[in-house]
Nanobody, 122 residues
Framework: QVQLAESGGGLVQAGGSLRLSCAAS????????MGWYRQAPGKERELAAR???????NYKDSVKGRFTISRDNAKNTVYLQMNSLKPEDTAVYYC????????????????WGQGTLVTVSL
């Protein structure tokens, strides 16, 4: 059974920084793309940042220049460094990864973490 465990959320003042981490565990053969999605109260879940296995990144326009996604393939971990945070960044942040493992029947399947709350105050 593959699991994603997020950490690093919390309360921060506007202009501050947070770093989110997400570690994949279980019987994992390989991981393709990894990403961070977010869902603000009353809104739909949206992609914040994504990184391929080759390190190619893409970002939501509103976080470009402020957020940086990275990954450590040896640790099966993806990070999101968030700087210059704004109140509109307040959301539950979810880790997402396409993982092939012993429980996926040889295919890449999408996995989600449980979410970590980021609150940015004025």
């Amino acid at each position: 059974q593959v699991q994603l465990a997020e950490s690093g959320g919390g309360l921060v003042q506007a202009g501050g920084s947070l770093r989110l981490s997400c570690a994949a565990s279980g019987s994992i053969f390989s991981i393709n793309a990894m990403g961070w999605y977010r869902q603000a109260p009353g809104k739909e879940r949206e992609l914040a940042a994504r990184i391929t296995s080759d390190g190619i990144t893409n970002y939501k326009d509103s976080v470009k220049g402020r957020f940086t996604i990275s990954r450590d393939n040896a640790k099966n971990t993806v990070y999101l460094q968030m700087n210059s945070l704004k109140p509109e960044d307040t959301a539950v942040y979810y880790c997402n990864a396409d993982i092939r493992g012993a429980s996926t029947g040889g295919r890449y399947l999408e996995h989600w973490g449980q979410g970590t709350l980021v609150t940015v105050s004025l």
